[in-house]
């Protein structure tokens, strides 16, 4: 029988974060605040949040080079379209129901392409952001597989497997265009898997020449750099800052922004140009948060979907995305 996948992905119960919304930078090895600073967008113009459909169950979320975000649903695989500056939307690609759902996603640079995870599915698909078809439909990994997030390199889309020591690589053409097969990329070196769910969000290292993947497991929570190449992951230093739930990952420039999902807290680490070490910056907090899980920018703003995991989820459950300033 499967297991309800928001208890699978909650991780334990942690209690939420009070207070007022602040954006802590850190300082010294306690990591203690040096000072708080409200972390509300700057532009009054534009809805601080928004709501979603009632009975959504957002996870991912993705915004492309036009101010319109989009989200994957866990209930049924849809994918919603929301303007960023009115808060409004509508469904742009209906998923396959219930056994189908939609994790992690990206839209492409040209705007043309959603890849789309498709959990315990074990699907990888591709769909076109316009007319909501899809372009493209794998499976992968083996019994047991989920799959994940996802992110977009100049040649590939990447897929993690939280359930398998495995990335999964779509190549991509000069255009975007995605391939016909998935190959399968084992993760070794430093790589250790639980014995549950281990691998979450993924990224690509500032140069570009590898891969950045949360890692549950390792060290009480870690961020691996994986070289895309032959799969070989070393632990990144990030002091001591642990991520263990480090869910989505977000890079602006050398800037990582760590959503750490059931802490209700986005932990932002400065990285060197290879991704091999980094340094905590800040810490954002907000009483808005409702577990977010996965983050997305746009101009001074990141994005936040609140999944609500420390909820049975109903029809009628009430879901947002929230909007916090970069740092």
């Not at 800052?241 to 986005?266: A, H, K, S």
Request: glycine share 14%; net charge positive.
């Amino acid at each position: 029988m499967p297991r309800s996948f928001a208890r699978r992905h909650l991780l334990g119960a942690v209690a939420a974060l009070g207070g007022a919304a602040a954006l802590a930078p850190l300082a010294g090895p306690a990591h203690a605040a040096a000072g708080t600073a409200a972390t509300g967008p700057a532009d009054g113009a534009w809805p601080a949040g928004f709501p979603l459909p009632d009975g959504f169950r957002p996870e991912g979320i993705t915004i492309g080079r036009a101010p319109y975000a989009h989200l994957g649903s866990l209930a049924n695989g849809d994918v919603y379209r929301a303007a960023l500056a009115t808060g409004r939307g509508g469904v742009v690609v209906r998923g396959g129901g219930a056994d189908h759902p939609t994790v992690g996603l990206k839209i492409d640079r040209w705007g043309r392409l959603l890849f789309l995870c498709g959990g315990m599915s074990r699907e990888i698909r591709v769909a076109d952001a316009r007319s909501g078809a899809y372009v493209r439909t794998f499976t992968v990994g083996s019994d047991g597989t989920m799959v994940n997030d996802v992110v977009l390199t100049r040649d590939a889309a990447w897929f993690t497997d939280s359930y398998r020591p495995q990335l999964y690589r779509l190549p991509l053409d000069r255009y975007g265009a995605p391939g016909d097969a998935v190959a399968t990329v084992p993760l070794s070196g430093e790589w250790v898997q639980g014995g549950d769910f281990t691998a979450n969000g993924i990224a690509r290292t500032p140069d570009g020449r590898a891969l950045l993947v949360v890692n549950t497991v390792v060290d009480g929570g870690s961020l691996m750099r994986v070289d895309p190449r032959i799969g070989a992951a070393r632990r990144v230093p990030l002091g001591d800052l642990r991520i263990p739930r480090g869910d989505g990952l977000l890079l602006l420039g050398r800037d990582l922004y760590v959503v750490q999902q059931t802490l209700e807290q986005v932990d932002v680490v400065r990285l060197d140009d290879a991704g091999t070490r980094g340094t905590p910056v800040a810490r954002i907090t907000d009483p808005r948060f409702r577990i977010p899980t996965t983050a997305a920018a746009w101009g001074d703003r990141i994005y936040l979907p609140n999944a609500r995991f420390d909820v049975e989820p109903t029809p009628q459950t009430a879901y947002d995305v929230v909007a916090v300033r970069r740092v």
